[in-house]
Each structure stands twice: as structure tokens, then as C-alpha cells.
């Protein structure tokens, strides 16, 4: 009787991660995707990309969590692929970690990112002045389109704080991930 409610315990958790794996890439229906359907061949050949052994996971979380703290939007789903493809990752783990960084959750990232970034330059003996547009005096009012040409010299600072912030959590992400694992594989105490 424990091993059938173990049985149906581990069933309903994979039936659970089915279900939210369902809008991920698949390697029966990685053709359908817009960008990776070019190399749907290259990856439906390679098993590992589908793997969710440990090493496979434990790549994609921390090379997915670092790529989506950078602020390279809109090129992050290649980057992640060719990444799964060298390091051996899961490619639907680390391409489901790029949207953490949504639209909706992009001004604040990309904002610490900046933040974090000046004041490691600073730390560092790196004289990097703030933009204008970040700083609390500027005329909001004032503003025109081709003033947002000058967010382009954040890029440096947000490069440097995102791989910081996103090296740290995935480092966390690491850990946590193996700490759970070991939970998970630990013998459990027999309920009375």
C-alpha cells in the first residue's frame, strides 16, 4: 500500500510538471517555433538537450538565469540555444528561464542592472558618469525621442551588473536546485 501512494504521489508531480512544461519546446515540436525551427534537425539529434539529468538542469539554471539578467533582449533565445548546444543545458529549462525578463519585469532588472553595475565601476576605480536621463533633475517635460539615443552608454554598466546579478542567482538557483534534489533522494521517514 506505501508503494502505490508513492507511485501515485510521483505520477500526480509528473503530471504536474507536464503541465507546465506544455507551452516549452518539445523535441517533437521544436519545428514549430518561429526562430528555432531553423535548427529543429540540430536539436531533435541531440539528446542531451532534452535531458533532465542533473548536469543538463544544473547548466541550464545557472547559464539561463545569468543570460536573462543581461540586457540583450530580443537576441536571448538564440544566445540560449547556442549556449544549451555547448555547455550540454536542458533547452527548454534555460529558454523558460529567459522570461524572467518580460516586459513587464525588464525596466526593473535592466534598472538594477545599471545601478549595480556603476557602483561595482566605481568600486573598481572606473570614473563612469551618470546618464542624464537616469538622474532625478532631469525635465521629464522636456524630453524628445532623440534624447533616447543617449540610454545607449548605460549598455557597459548594465552589462557588468547583470552578469554580477545574474551569476549570484544563478549560483543560488545551483544550490537550491541540489539541496532540493538531495531532499528529493533522501530516504523518506515512514509515517505512523
Not at 551618470?130 to 534624447?147: P, Q
Request: charged share 20%; glycine share 6%.
Amino acid at each position: 500500500m506505501d508503494d502505490q501512494s508513492e507511485k501515485e504521489a510521483r505520477f500526480r508531480r509528473i503530471r504536474r510538471l507536464k503541465k507546465w512544461m506544455r507551452p516549452l519546446p518539445r523535441r517533437s515540436n521544436i519545428h514549430r517555433y518561429p526562430v528555432l525551427k531553423w535548427f529543429a534537425k540540430t536539436a531533435y539529434d541531440r539528446s542531451y538537450l532534452w535531458s533532465f539529468k542533473g548536469n543538463a538542469m544544473v547548466q541550464a539554471l545557472f547559464w539561463g538565469i545569468w543570460i536573462a539578467m543581461l540586457p540583450i533582449v530580443g537576441i536571448q533565445m538564440i544566445v540560449v540555444f547556442f549556449l544549451a548546444l555547448i555547455v550540454r543545458a536542458n533547452l527548454p529549462l534555460i529558454v523558460a528561464l529567459q522570461w524572467i525578463s518580460n516586459p513587464l519585469t525588464m525596466a526593473p532588472i535592466y534598472f538594477a542592472d545599471y545601478e549595480i553595475g556603476l557602483l561595482i565601476l566605481e568600486l573598481f576605480g572606473v570614473d563612469y558618469g551618470r546618464n542624464k536621463l537616469l538622474t532625478a533633475e532631469f525635465d521629464w517635460s522636456g524630453m524628445e525621442f532623440a534624447d533616447l539615443w543617449e540610454l545607449v552608454d548605460t549598455f557597459p554598466p548594465m552589462m557588468v551588473g547583470g552578469s554580477v546579478v545574474g551569476i549570484s542567482l544563478g549560483v543560488l538557483a545551483v544550490f537550491l536546485y541540489k539541496a532540493m534534489a538531495k531532499l528529493y533522494k533522501s530516504p523518506t521517514t515512514k509515517r505512523q
